[in-house]
């Protein structure tokens, strides 16, 4: 929330329960606003993604955007900031379980679906290289301008 403040935004904590959001933004007049999500991690295992549900597949809003924070273990870093739309997460999450599903686990034995994923900085190992594969996520790094509240 400090970043949106720096950056002029109006922004607060959504009520307790609301399931999409976490954050609301709107503008001086009170005429504009969208949400956010935000998902963080620590610099701790292999895959540098952050735990997601299936039902995140589904969200796509117009005015709601994901903030993905992944802190350092060096406390004097700030974190990395991606912030990207909700259509372009729930893409990507449908696509990288869809390929999981289709791809035979240990042993040839097939995948069984479950309600986790994970967004990950790289799906080249479920042969998403084109769209998500290295470095795809960097185009999201500190993406603040993307973060446009609409008229409501």
């Known amino acids: 929330m400090s970043q949106l403040l720096r950056r002029g935004f109006i922004a607060a904590l959504a009520p307790v329960g609301v399931p999409t959001a976490d954050i609301v933004i709107t503008d001086d007049a009170g005429e504009r606003a969208c949400a956010l999500q935000v998902k963080t ?3 701790i295992g292999s895959d540098g993604g952050w735990h997601m549900k299936a039902r995140h ?3 796509r809003g117009a005015s709601l955007s994901y903030v993905f924070l992944s802190f350092p ?4 870093r ?3 900031a991606f912030v990207i739309p909700s259509g372009v997460v729930a893409e ?4 990288a379980h869809r390929a999981w599903l289709a791809r035979p686990g240990r042993g040839g034995v097939p995948h069984k679906d479950g309600d ?4 990950l900085p790289d799906y080249s190992r479920e042969g998403l290289e084109q769209e998500f594969g290295p470095g795809w996520l960097e185009q999201y790094r500190d993406a603040w301008h993307l973060l446009k509240p609409e008229k409501s």
């Open 41 to 43: 991690r620590r610099e």
């Open 57 to 59: 597949e589904g969200i």
């Open 73 to 76: 273990n060096d406390l004097h």
């Open 78 to 80: 700030l974190p990395d």
């Open 92 to 95: 990507a999450l449908y696509q």
């Open 116 to 119: 986790m994923r994970r967004f």
